[in-house]
């Protein structure tokens, strides 16, 4: 993208990025995974070259994957347990370990996350009871690029009795 006429783009954002001329690794994999295109702009309309090339990333797995909630139990909003202060969301944080870096994988699109609807809504980082049941729910976390999972639980839970003095 710059004055030379160069434009590059990716073939697999999954794998690489182009941000201008910065090609930017995001999981392993290896083929024609970014597009060049040159134009001169000036003496003609059109690509003076076109060209496919031939990527080659190699990232070494991750060491551990680290998932947590903010709160363990939430219940949904109107219910008697929220009237008595019950939290209604949870936040969820899910990240990749690299020796001593901690790559935030949360809201990234290569991350999986794998609920029963009925009882949770996940809506960015925030987990929100969806609906009126109660119980143990649970939250299952994978990515497209690294053969990594676990799963997690949240509880849903509401009041059984509720007592105004």
Known sequence: NGEDGL??????????TVDNDVVTSKSTGSGNLVHADWSSGVCAQGSIL?????V?????PP???????SLSQITWSGSF???????????LSVSLRYGSILQDMTL??????TIDP????????????????TGVVNITIAFV???LNTTISISIVEASVLGVT
């Open 63 to 69: 060491d551990e994957l680290l998932v947590s909630v």
């Open 56 to 60: 080659d990333v190699s990232i070494p």
């Open 7 to 16: 434009t590059l783009s990716s073939n697999d954002p999954i794998i690489v």
């Open 145 to 147: 690029h690294v053969s």
């Open 50 to 54: 076109t060209q496919e090339i031939y």
């Open 108 to 113: 990234d699109n290569r991350t999986l996350i």
């Open 81 to 91: 347990a929220s009237f008595s202060g019950v939290p209604t969301t949870s936040k």
């Open 118 to 133: 009925s009882l949770i809504a996940i809506d960015g980082d925030t987990i929100v009871a969806s609906g009126d049941g």
